[in-house]
């Protein structure tokens, strides 16, 4: 049986259309695979006592084994079936990420990325510190929700920003008036916040896919560049020692590819702010005309 690709993410999932796309035209089988669809749609079995499974889409089995790589571009939750109790949703629920997560372990198969680099990221503040061991710059930080914390934190640094620890909203510039105690205690409560030093100077972001480093900068006229509705990308090569951290800071996070979002400040000191294991692409590609796709298509459709 001739090995196939897995491509996680829905049929309205720009980037997992795409990928299909780019391996469709090399004549490489791929699905796509929709996590939100099992188990009410499609099937995982898994034989501990041989060591084998199967995932089973639109009529075909394909045993583990049968799976060459899979290019994971979204995890949606399980769409349970309806009529469950409270309780029977709970134990469901459990029983589905825990099948599927023995799918997404399974180790004979080329993750793009792997399961432990998705979990890896969900922790953004051990990242940080991560980055830093593998001998990268990174801006003064604090995560916390201590109000005595914050505000020594915030009078000690100066300039400072704000962003949720796990992700999910756009960086700000701290305000006076949101130092109030007062304030800041009905916000705390609710949950902590990652304050980090503002750097002044520019963004980069680096795409590491296994051996090959696309950068470029990327001009906005906003802290946060995602803010900006015409970012301009400027294609720029790192240096040598930059080029080597990047390829470090992927393979030290367990990634085979990855995006990396810098600061550059105006003395040329690039400072690490996150890797992506999903990152979008496709506006990079075009803006830059980065082989991405073909670096990415490439690391699916290779043989081991």
């Given at each position: ?82 009529g469950m109790t409270p309780e029977q949703q709970s134990i469901a629920r459990n029983d589905v990420c825990s ?83 007062q304030r800041l205690q009905l916000v705390l409560a609710m949950s902590p916040v990652t304050l980090q030093q ?107």
């Open positions: 049986m001739m090995s196939l690709s897995l491509i996680l993410g829905p049929d309205n999932d720009q980037h997992a259309l795409h990928i299909k796309s780019a391996c469709d035209a090399r004549n490489h089988p791929v699905l796509l695979f929709d996590s939100a669809d099992f188990p009410t749609q499609t099937a995982i079995s898994w034989s501990p006592h041989l060591n084998e499974g199967s995932v089973h889409i639109d009529g075909d089995d394909i045993p583990f084994s049968g799976i060459r790589s899979v290019f994971w571009s979204c995890l949606h939750p399980a769409k349970l079936a309806c099948t599927l997560r023995t799918f997404l372990q399974e180790p004979t198969i080329r993750w793009v990325n792997p399961w432990q680099s998705y979990q890896y990221h969900k922790v953004k503040p051990r990242q940080l510190a991560h980055a830093q061991r593998l001998g990268a710059n990174i801006p003064v930080t604090l995560i916390s929700n201590n109000i005595e914390k914050i505000l020594a934190f915030c009078e000690q640094v100066g300039n400072v920003i704000y962003k949720p620890v796990y992700g999910g909203a756009l960086t700000r510039e701290v305000q006076p008036n949101q130092l109030n105690p503002f750097i002044p100077g520019t963004n980069v972001r680096t795409y590491v896919i296994g051996q090959h480093v696309f950068s470029a900068e990327i001009a906005a006229d906003t802290i946060d560049f995602r803010d900006d509705r015409n970012p301009v990308l400027r294609p720029i090569s790192l240096s040598v020692r930059e080029t080597e951290l990047a390829i470090r800071i992927s393979r030290g996070f367990g990634m085979c590819w990855t995006a990396i979002d810098w600061r550059r400040d105006h003395d040329g000191t690039l400072f690490f702010l996150e890797a992506n294991p999903s990152p979008m692409f496709m506006f990079f590609e075009q803006q830059t005309g980065f082989a991405i796709t073909e670096a990415l298509t490439d690391m699916l459709v290779s043989k081991k």
